[in-house]
């Protein structure tokens, strides 16, 4: 079946990268692992870019599946915005999805022809959903100084600043602390009152 051959092409490329840590696969090698035929892959897939873009957004489509369902599951908009966060930190902590992580940052697929684009549909996607986030706690008040429209963009700059450098081992704190960090920067940052701000001896930040 022809969805069967797709998924075989897609789950052999993700097995590929993996085995050869991400610097490089071919399209022969990726047909011999599904067992496929060069007509098979030209059935679903314009190239070997085309086929790795599409993968970058299906694992893309999984993460915010994950970050839908962690922020579904919690009462209120502060609530909502931490779980979030901790959600997309948290990739970064599962050995299984960090690896996975690492493949899709790799070179072979980051040079793919249409990626940029992908990824930059994937950040939109991300400020939407944090955009909604944002847009109940201005309703209910939580979050008095947010601005959705433009605040998601530099919200999601945080956040995928933290996650880079815990990707790439370069962090001096956890995931969890990074995650405690970037809340409190960005609830700050929203007019959430967070209680005394830390360094200030007590004090708390003038706004």
């Known amino acids: 079946m022809a969805g069967d051959e797709r998924l075989r092409i897609m789950e052999a490329t993700s097995a590929s990268l993996a085995a050869s840590n991400g610097s490089g696969v071919s399209v022969s090698a990726i047909l011999q692992a599904a067992g496929l035929s060069t007509r098979a892959f030209y059935r ?23 970050l839908d369902a962690a922020v579904d599951a919690l009462p209120d908009p502060p609530a909502q915005l931490r779980g979030w966060v901790e959600e997309f930190l948290r990739v970064s902590s599962a050995p299984r999805r960090r ?13 793919a022809r249409g990626y940029l684009e992908e990824r930059d549909r994937m950040r939109a996607v991300q400020e939407r959903s ?6 109940r706690g201005v309703g209910d008040g939580s979050f008095p100084r947010a601005v959705p429209s433009s605040d998601t963009r530099w919200i999601r700059a ?45 004090d708390r930040q003038v706004r």
């Open 158 to 202: 945080a956040i995928e600043r933290a996650f880079d450098d815990q990707i790439r081992g370069v962090a001096t704190i956890g995931p969890e602390a990074a995650a405690a960090e970037v809340v409190d920067f960005v609830s700050r940052a929203l007019g959430v009152d967070t209680g005394p701000s830390r360094g200030t001896g007590g």
């Open 99 to 111: 690896r996975r992580a690492l493949l899709f940052a790799s070179s072979e697929v980051t040079r």
């Open 130 to 135: 944090l955009a909604v986030i944002l847009a």
């Open 44 to 66: 679903h897939f314009d190239s070997k870019d085309d086929l790795l873009v599409a993968l970058f957004r299906q694992e893309a489509e999984r993460m915010q599946q994950r």
